[in-house]
């Protein structure tokens, strides 16, 4: 049985969501180098934070496309933030292998319908570190939709899982120290039931986030701890939380179990 841990690197953090089509490359460069020295078996993901979430505001691809030409480039923007992290781990001699979202998965009405996810079994079995990350993907109703990094890392996990990978847990990268209460502290732990009543401190997604934010990312998460995976959100901005947390050691986050 392979051991793996489901690692997503946040738009928040590999991008400068105020700046469109910035990447914070110096944080990538350190994050990856994280991932190294932890030597961990990894499936890794990242999200596309000012370059496919500034071009799907502007041309649609939640609930199909506005035109032709503004889904072209909506695919080709988040296949540009995945090139410059691709550029960065192999550069940090890391096998990682990038997988194209809307190459390996259909859906219906924003549901994943099908997908070919054996390729990133067999490349996870080989030793390589699989790379996927938020795309548009296709839709067989809605002619498009947008999976976040986040979404299709855990579906990749529910796959791996079933065929006898353990999952130690998920990490999820980002640039506070987990979920903030209102007071600004941070929440150690949420779980199913206290869900319902943290729900009202959470922020709603800021506009330029087509995927739904931190909302989202705990609802899809609270989704694995059915199947016994936990999710840690930490702080990627802080240098060696990530290393901390691949190798287990106390961390500034919450933990969604
Ligand atoms: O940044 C969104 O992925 P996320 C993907 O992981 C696009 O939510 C194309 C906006």
Sequence with gaps: MKNIVL?????????????????????????????????????LAHGSGSFGHTSAVKYGG???????????????????????????????KIPA?????????????GQMEENFFQAVELAANQGLIPVVYGDVIWDKKWKSTIYSGETILNRIGIYLKNKGFKIDKIIQVGETNGVYDDKGNTIPRITKNSWQNLRKYVYKPRVKDVTGGMQHKIEDALKMTEIGVNTLLINGKVKNELLNALLNKKVKGTVIK
Excluded: W
Aim: glycine share 4%.
């Design 62 to 92: 939640k609930k199909g496309y506005k035109s032709k030409e503004g889904i072209a480039k909506v695919a080709r923007d988040a296949m540009e933030i995945n090139r410059i992290v691709m550029d960065i781990l192999v550069k940090e």
């Design 97 to 109: 292998i990038s997988f194209r979202p809307m190459s390996m998965i259909l859906a219906k009405s």
């Design 7 to 43: 690692v997503k690197l946040g738009g928040s953090v590999i991008t400068d969501k105020s700046k469109a089509y910035f990447a914070n490359v110096d944080i990538i460069k350190r994050l990856a180098k994280e991932l190294r020295i932890s030597k961990k078996s990894i499936i």
